[in-house]
Nanobody, 115 residues
Framework: VQLVESGGGLVQAGGSLRLSCAASGSIFSINVMGWYRQAPGKQRELVASIGSGGGSTNYADSVKGRFTISRDSAKNTMYLEMNSLKPEDTAVYYC?????????WGQGTQVTVSS
């Protein structure tokens, strides 16, 4: 399974973006998928994660109430809906898929929020 992110870009503070993570194969059996981000000079951090059934989600405190993670197994795609964006959300966003000891990262997509 390969992962390809899309949907990043430049947006003004308060705006919205929707990121997509398309998998080349089925994500039905993937246990956990997540979005991470890495800002310049900072460590990569977990933004949100979602379980295999889509019913179990987890968010970083900094994005709770603004971001929504979802996955569509029929389309082999995971999404991150980002609203009320802030300049501090600026980072490269990566998706990750985990199945037991196996995991895969996408190549990342840049999100830039201007003030």
């Amino acid at each position: 399974v390969q992962l390809v992110e899309s949907g990043g870009g430049l947006v003004q503070a308060g705006g919205s973006l929707r990121l997509s993570c398309a998998a080349s194969g089925s994500i039905f059996s993937i246990n956990v998928m997540g979005w991470y981000r890495q800002a310049p000079g900072k460590q990569r951090e977990l933004v949100a994660s979602i379980g295999s059934g889509g019913g179990s989600t987890n968010y970083a405190d900094s994005v709770k109430g603004r971001f929504t993670i979802s996955r569509d197994s029929a389309k082999n795609t995971m999404y991150l809906e980002m609203n009320s964006l802030k300049p501090e959300d600026t980072a490269v966003y990566y998706c990750k898929a985990v199945r037991g000891s196996w995991y895969r990262w996408g190549q990342g997509t840049q999100v830039t929020v201007s003030s």
